[in-house]
C-alpha cells in the first residue's frame, strides 16, 4: 500500500505574533489579544483577517476573574 501526504492536518500554536518568523497554514498566533489562524503560508504580514489569517476568538473588553 503507497503512503500519501495530506499535509497538516491539526493547528499548531505559536504563542505571540513575531514579524520575522516564518508561519505556515495552520499554525496560530496571538495578537493583541486575540487568536488568529493561518490560511496560508507567510511572513511579515501582521495578522487581520482577510487573505492571510482568520479570526479564531477575539478579545474580549472584561477580564475574567
Known amino acids: 500500500m503507497s503512503k500519501q501526504n495530506i499535509g497538516r492536518v491539526a493547528i499548531v500554536l505559536r504563542g505571540e505574533y513575531d514579524p520575522t518568523a516564518e508561519y505556515e497554514a495552520l499554525d496560530a498566533v496571538t495578537y493583541k489579544g486575540s487568536c ?14 482577510g487573505d492571510y489569517y482568520m479570526l479564531a476568538a477575539s478579545k474580549g473588553e472584561t477580564p475574567i476573574k
Not at 488568529?36 to 483577517?49: Q, V, Y
Open 36 to 49: 488568529f489562524i493561518l490560511k496560508r503560508s507567510c511572513t511579515g504580514i501582521t495578522p487581520e483577517p
